[in-house]
């Protein structure tokens, strides 16, 4: 079956757990406008519906997570983000500015580099298949990690260690990850699916309404939104102004896709 005609998204229930798959193996599961929307939808879904209790995240495949955002759908003129602008202000891949009140696990299937990463920063678990990585290699392209994983590592990680990863833009594997505390599990990649659905029904057995507060109060959840990030997005934004404007922004990915070196210019 073609990308044409098969959906960018999976949707599927077990139970009252709600899997949500990026199904786009033959991009790296990278993100479009309808990744974008099929995301922000599952977890629109699963917040409306009080028979869902936990929502996992995972990609197509035995290779990528998520690759970030759609590099060659973009150099092809498309768009990445959705028209609607709700939907866009549910952030990169529906997801990073989406918060919502049931428990996300991310099950990493693979790499999950850049844009997948910050997915996974954007989950409240994350189960990982041994083989995978992350990363947030942005600086070595002359951008910078704009989906929330500037402020997100720095939260979610020791700050000398989240620093290292930020500006080295090295990958650290998932034996690290959970080492660090980032990742609850890690598992062989068949027993990955298996794993996850396991910590999601050990949460779903949980009064649903307890596990909702629960969360809400520790990410500072209020009326669909993290008031504490409001000002990390704002810092992101104007720093964004500056970074994807600048020269460097345009010779990083040009000398990654001419197999060379960028030569950076501070301008």
Same mark, same amino acid.
């Given at each position: 079956?073609?990308?044409?005609?098969?959906?960018?998204?999976?949707?599927?229930?077990?139970?009252?757990?709600?899997?949500?798959?990026? %199904?786009?193996?033959?991009?790296?599961?990278?993100?479009?406008?309808?990744?974008?929307?099929?995301?922000?939808?599952?977890?629109?879904?699963?917040?409306?519906?009080?028979?869902?209790?936990?929502?996992?995240?995972?990609?197509?495949?035995?290779?990528?997570?998520?690759?970030?955002?759609?590099?060659?759908?973009?150099?092809? =003129?498309?768009?990445?983000?959705?028209?609607?602008?709700?939907?866009?202000?549910?952030?990169?891949?529906?997801?990073?500015?989406?918060?919502?009140?049931?428990?996300?696990?991310?099950?990493? %299937?693979?790499?999950?580099?850049?844009?997948?990463?910050?997915?996974?920063?954007?989950?409240?678990?994350?189960?990982?298949?041994?083989?995978?990585?992350?990363?947030?290699?942005?600086?070595?392209? =002359?951008?910078?990690?704009?989906?929330?994983?500037?402020?997100?590592?720095?939260?979610?990680?020791?700050?000398?260690?989240?620093?290292?990863?930020?500006?080295?833009?090295?990958?650290?594997?998932?034996?690290?990850?959970?080492?660090?505390?980032?990742?609850?599990?890690?598992?062989?990649?068949?027993?990955?699916?298996?794993?996850?659905?396991?910590?999601? %029904?050990?949460?779903?057995? %949980?009064?649903?309404?307890?596990?909702?507060?629960?969360?809400?109060?520790?990410?500072?959840?209020?009326?669909?939104?993290?008031?504490?990030?409001?000002?990390?997005?704002?810092?992101?934004?104007?720093?964004?102004?500056?970074?994807?404007?600048?020269?460097?922004?345009?010779?990083?990915?040009?000398?990654?896709?001419?197999?060379?070196?960028?030569?950076?210019?501070?301008?």
């Amino acid at each position: 079956m073609s990308e044409t005609t098969s959906p960018a998204v999976l949707v599927e229930r077990k139970g009252h757990v709600l899997i949500a798959t990026i %199904n786009r193996p033959e991009a790296r599961n990278a993100v479009n406008a309808a990744v974008h929307v099929g995301l922000g939808e599952a977890l629109e879904q699963a917040e409306n519906d009080p028979e869902v209790r936990v929502v996992i995240l995972t990609g197509a495949g035995d290779q990528a997570f998520c690759a970030g955002a759609d590099l060659k759908a973009l150099s092809r =003129g498309e768009r990445l983000t959705p028209e609607d602008k709700a939907q866009r202000a549910w952030g990169f891949a529906g997801v990073v500015q989406h918060p919502i009140s049931k428990p996300m696990i991310a099950a990493v %299937n693979g790499f999950a580099l850049g844009g997948g990463t910050e997915l996974a920063l954007s989950c409240d678990l994350v189960v990982a298949a041994d083989h995978a990585q992350f990363g947030l290699p942005e600086v070595k392209r =002359g951008i910078y990690a704009a989906a929330g994983g500037a402020f997100r590592i720095a939260q979610q990680l020791p700050i000398k260690v989240a620093m290292e990863m930020l500006l080295t833009g090295e990958p650290f594997s998932a034996q690290r990850a959970f080492e660090l505390g980032f990742a609850n599990r890690v598992v062989p990649l068949d027993k990955l699916m298996e794993t996850a659905i396991d910590l999601a %029904n050990r949460i779903a057995v %949980n009064a649903p309404l307890s596990v909702q507060a629960s969360k809400r109060i520790a990410m500072g959840i209020a009326e669909g939104a993290i008031a504490n990030d409001a000002a990390y997005w704002e810092a992101n934004n104007r720093e964004g102004r500056v970074v994807m404007q600048s020269q460097d922004a345009k010779e990083g990915p040009l000398a990654f896709a001419q197999k060379r070196q960028p030569v950076w210019q501070a301008k």
